[in-house]
């Protein structure tokens, strides 16, 4: 195999080459004073082939010529200690063995050791420190200037910014502050709960005060904003911290938890406004990435719905795990372009595939699954606002359901390896006709795996509402204190199970890689929100005082809601598994006998329309299902 030398790779070898004859010889001058004997320098030229061969040797065996000295890290800082800490002791066998040391100096090895690891490491991090000012020019007066960059660091510029929590978020924020020559903010100092830290100081930094003294702390520097970093802090904590901010009257921004960055790189664009969601407090999610990344990785997947909220941060995880070809399912149009164009920008290396389809068509899904061949499909597709599907059953029948049935059955016709179906937290005794549709999709997804020779593990995944999805509550209040209220609620008492979106879909994910077939996964929502208490949290988020400033109104139940929602029947019971956050439900098996039946009754009733057939049909399908919910 030829092996090519590039100018750069011989450009390094010299550089070294020089460092190392000039530490070996300089290590001679200090052990003799500087007044080398005629002796010495003999044994000097004598040696000098062993040293650099056994030391470029131990370079070479330890990567040090395969990095880039731009991107000097601490890994590689490490294996220059480890090669200068080898060459040394090999030198000294070598010699004790060649002549037992005879007219050899032992200590200038120990002195060419320390001479050697600075010099190295020296220009390693000076060639660093200067790419990081470079922006392409490498005259004599870019670099001068990126010199004097490089030593006027400590100075401040720009607005001063206080770092919340001490810990693995904040330093690297801070690193992010100090390194990235485009900010124009610096850094005071963080705050932190634990009390040890105080005084101790990160990337030179001090930890000035706990979290708090927060207020007193900004008043005596002079913060202009605070950046909370702290990735497991719980929602009363958050509500603190926030609060404290809001009293200092200091702008407070926040970075995201490890959930919902993709790449799971922390930097200065992750900064963002403090949101709701961030009040929620809810604990990261621990993923077997292994097991994820076995069904994953090198397949072809498919995901229905791929422009809704819970498809398109779907989307996003699959893409982490090097699928082969994700093929974007999506009837409407302009969702559908937009997470396309992101994903091709984010994951060059996976073939995006968008499809403009309607599940509600069979012989295009057909087509589709002729063409492409998933192995795994992913259904998110699904019309879910209640009032309005209150208002068109039918649509519900055609979507939800017969939608449902002709994926399934095409999944089962070509043989595809898994079927994860997302449901709802309303398909539990459902008291509208999206839980009843949804309910009854469950049954067919399940159904399937009771087919005699599938080779597809059909599986469903059942949890509450997502925060900041289309059409969810949290955008109505915010655009109605926009508006300068009233804000509307339904009951005082109302109340909805929340997680986040990113959390949700790698649960989805998850749960996915640990069904067999059949299972009901329900995911672990939480605590129980009041709708109430969350409209008058934001009122306060936005600075304005509930019943003062904006008004707030309770408009009753609409048609199809109930007050609180459930994750499972009292007929299922619940069986804990390996992941904290998922569960498997044992569900009550289904008598099929005469469904398809019904179903196509069902079908026909849809193309006439009609209200209250459809609706007894449901109920006849659906015996839980409550037609006439009590009103408040």
């Known amino acids: 195999m030829k092996v090519r030398i590039s100018r750069n790779l011989l450009i390094i070898f010299i550089i070294d080459i020089f460092l190392l004859c000039s530490s070996f010889y300089l290590a001679h001058l200090?052990?003799?004073?500087?007044?080398?004997?005629?002796?010495?320098?003999?044994?000097?030229?004598?040696?000098?082939?062993?040293?650099?061969?056994?030391?470029?040797?131990c370079f070479y065996s330890l990567d040090l010529y395969k990095g880039m000295w731009r991107y000097t890290s601490l890994n590689d800082l490490m294996n220059i200690v480890k090669a200068c800490t080898a060459a040394t002791f090999g030198l000294i066998v070598f010699i004790l063995f060649k002549n037992r040391f005879e007219m050899v100096s032992r200590s200038v090895f120990i002195i060419d050791w320390c001479l050697t690891l600075m010099s190295i490491l020296s220009v390693r991090i000076i060639t660093r420190l200067c790419f990081e000012e470079f922006t392409g020019d490498?005259?004599?007066?870019?670099?001068?200037?990126?010199?004097?960059?490089?030593?006027k660091r400590g100075q401040k510029k720009g607005k001063g910014v206080l770092i919340v929590g001490a810990g693995d978020f904040g330093q690297k924020m801070c690193r992010e502050f100090i390194e990235n020559p485009n900010v124009q903010s610096h850094v005071i100092g963080f705050l932190d709960d634990d009390v040890s830290k105080i005084g101790r100081k990160i990337h030179g930094v001090s930890v000035l005060n706990v979290i708090d003294e927060l207020e007193h702390t900004v008043k005596s520097t002079d913060a202009d904003e605070i950046i909370i970093a702290i990735s497991n802090a719980s929602s009363e904590r958050m509500r603190h911290i926030v609060g404290f901010c809001k009293k200092a009257g200091v702008d407070f921004k926040t970075i995201?938890?490890?959930?919902?960055?993709?790449?799971?790189?922390?930097?200065?664009?992750?900064?963002?406004n403090v949101e709701y969601r961030d009040l929620l407090g809810r604990e990261p999610v621990k993923l077997d990435k292994a097991?994820?990344?076995?069904?994953?990785?090198?397949?072809?997947?498919?995901?229905?719905?791929?422009?809704?909220?819970?498809?398109?941060?779907?989307?996003?995880?699959?893409c982490r795990y090097s699928p082969e070809k994700i093929i974007l399912f999506e009837r409407a149009e302009s969702p559908l372009y937009?997470?396309?164009?992101?994903?091709?920008?984010?994951?060059?290396?996976?073939?995006?595939?968008?499809?403009?389809?309607?599940i509600q068509n069979r012989m295009e899904l057909n087509k589709i699954f002729e063409e492409f061949q998933p192995d795994i499909v992913f259904h998110a597709a699904a019309y879910k606002h209640v009032p309005m599907l209150e208002k068109h059953p039918w649509k519900a029948v055609d979507n939800n359901i017969e939608g449902t049935r002709n994926l399934v059955e095409v999944t089962h016709k070509f043989k595809c390896e898994k079927f994860v179906f997302v449901s709802t937290d309303k398909a539990v005794n459902p008291t509208n006709v999206m839980g009843t549709s949804k309910r009854i999709a469950e049954i067919l997804v399940q159904n399937m795996n009771n087919i005699q020779g599938s080779?597809?593990?059909?599986?469903?995944?059942?949890?509450?509402?997502?925060?900041?999805s289309v059409g969810s509550v949290i955008p109505l209040f915010k655009r109605q204190i926009k508006e300068g209220g009233p804000v509307t609620v339904t009951h005082p008492e109302m109340i909805r199970y929340f997680m986040l979106i990113p959390e949700?879909?790698?649960?989805?994910?998850?749960?996915?890689?640990?069904?067999?077939?059949?299972?009901?996964?329900?995911?672990e929502m939480g605590k129980p929100v009041k709708i109430d208490t969350m409209a008058r949290d934001l009122i306060r988020f936005s600075g304005l005082e509930p019943g003062v400033d904006i008004k707030i109104e309770y408009t009753g139940l609409r048609p199809g809601?109930?007050?609180?929602?459930?994750?499972?029947?009292?007929?299922?019971?619940?069986?804990?598994?390996?992941?904290?956050?998922?569960?498997?439900?044992?569900?009550?098996?289904?008598?099929?006998?005469?469904?398809?039946?019904?179903?196509?009754?069902?079908?026909?009733?849809?193309?006439?329309?009609?209200?209250d057939t459809i609706r007894a049909l449901l109920k006849e399908i659906i015996p839980e299902y409550d037609l006439n919910p009590p009103t408040v």
């Open 561 to 611: 809601e109930k007050l609180y929602e459930e994750l499972m029947t009292a007929q299922e019971n619940v069986v804990p598994t390996d992941h904290q956050k998922i569960m498997v439900l044992n569900s009550r098996k289904i008598n099929m006998n005469g469904l398809s039946q019904k179903l196509e009754i069902l079908k026909d009733e849809s193309k006439n329309r009609s209200h």
């Open 138 to 151: 490498i005259s004599f007066r870019a670099v001068f200037n990126s010199f004097l960059k490089i030593f």
């Open 504 to 523: 949700a879909c790698q649960l989805i994910l998850q749960a996915g890689s640990m069904g067999k077939g059949g299972e009901i996964f329900i995911l």
């Open 338 to 358: 937009e997470i396309d164009l992101e994903l091709k920008k984010s994951f060059q290396d996976v073939e995006i595939i968008p499809v403009l389809g309607d």
């Open 291 to 318: 097991e994820i990344g076995k069904y994953l990785g090198n397949k072809r997947v498919i995901v229905t719905g791929a422009g809704g909220s819970i498809g398109t941060g779907l989307c996003r995880q699959i």
């Open 30 to 57: 200090i052990r003799f004073d500087f007044d080398l004997p005629d002796w010495a320098g003999e044994k000097y030229i004598e040696l000098l082939p062993y040293v650099l061969g056994v030391k470029l040797f």
């Open 455 to 468: 080779k597809t593990s059909f599986i469903t995944v059942r949890f509450g509402n997502v925060i900041g």
């Open 256 to 272: 995201p938890n490890m959930g919902e960055v993709i790449d799971g790189k922390i930097n200065i664009s992750s900064i963002r």
